[in-house]
Structures are given as C-alpha cells and as structure tokens.
C-alpha cells in the first residue's frame, strides 16, 4: 500500500544524464572555442594547447552540434554525445599519426587545415573518452515512453 508521498516518487520521469551532460559539454566546448581567440597563454595561437580559428570553428561546431541533440530527448543527446565522441576520437587519431613523424614541441596540420601540437591531441583524445563515458550514461532505456 502505497502513502500519499510515496505515490509521487513511483511517477517522477528518470533522470536525463546524458542530455544533461551533452548540454554541459557543449556549453563547455563554446566557451573554449571563444577563449581559444582571446591572446591567453592557455589555448591560442600561442597558448599551451595551439589553436587556429580552424580549429576554434571544431570546437565550436561540436558544442553547437551537442546543443542542438539536447532538443529531442535523452536517447538523441546520447547519439550526438557519441558522434561528438567520434569526431574528437578521428582528430586524436589522425593528429597523432601526423605529429610522430615530427620532432617533439612541433606543430601539424590536420587534413592540411587545423593546426594543433601534440597537447591539442591529448585534449582531443580525452574529449572523445570523456563523450563516449557520458553517452553511455543513458536513461532512456528505462523510460516507458521513447524520444
């Protein structure tokens, strides 16, 4: 028999994880991809992590593209979460079989268009563990009415 309170708990909607962190981490992306044109010495031209306005535009267009799978529901947030996963993972791929045949502290061009050394491929390769572990966060599975 349930309560008067208890009857509330039993009807609340699961969680929405991943269209929370797929929010967050777009939001996050935009505003490393503003910061990335200011003159810091962290993510710049010149910065710890080196950046282009090539590479400002990536980062932005994934935080745009993570937004925008937030609209639907939770199962859609995940998708856009993996897809945002497989971008970061094919730039840290790419980038680091570019960058070993260099000497160390250099700077390559990814598919001759973005600029990155060999800390912008780590951060890349990180992004993409960090997306697929918050894609895989999904809730929609036990939610009785589908995206």
Do not use: H, W
Not at 79 to 84: A, C, K, P, T, V
């Amino acid at each position: 028999m349930l309560s008067e309170g208890s009857a509330d708990l039993v009807c609340m909607p699961p969680p929405q994880v991943a269209k929370t962190l797929a929010r967050v981490l777009g939001a996050l992306l935009i505003v490393l991809s503003l910061v990335g044109f200011i003159p810091n010495p962290l993510i710049g031209a010149e910065g710890y992590f080196r950046t282009d306005t090539i590479l400002n535009a990536v980062l932005a267009g994934i935080g745009i593209l993570l937004l925008t799978f937030t609209t639907k529901g939770e199962g859609t947030a995940a998708s856009g979460l993996f897809f945002g996963a497989m971008v970061a993972f094919a730039l840290a791929a790419v980038g680091y079989v570019q960058i070993s045949e260099y000497p160390a502290g250099m700077v390559v061009k990814l598919f001759d268009l973005v600029a990155c050394n060999m800390q912008s491929i780590y951060l890349f390769g990180g992004m993409a563990v960090v997306m697929g572990i918050c894609g895989m966060m999904n809730t929609s599975s036990r939610q009785v009415i589908r995206d």
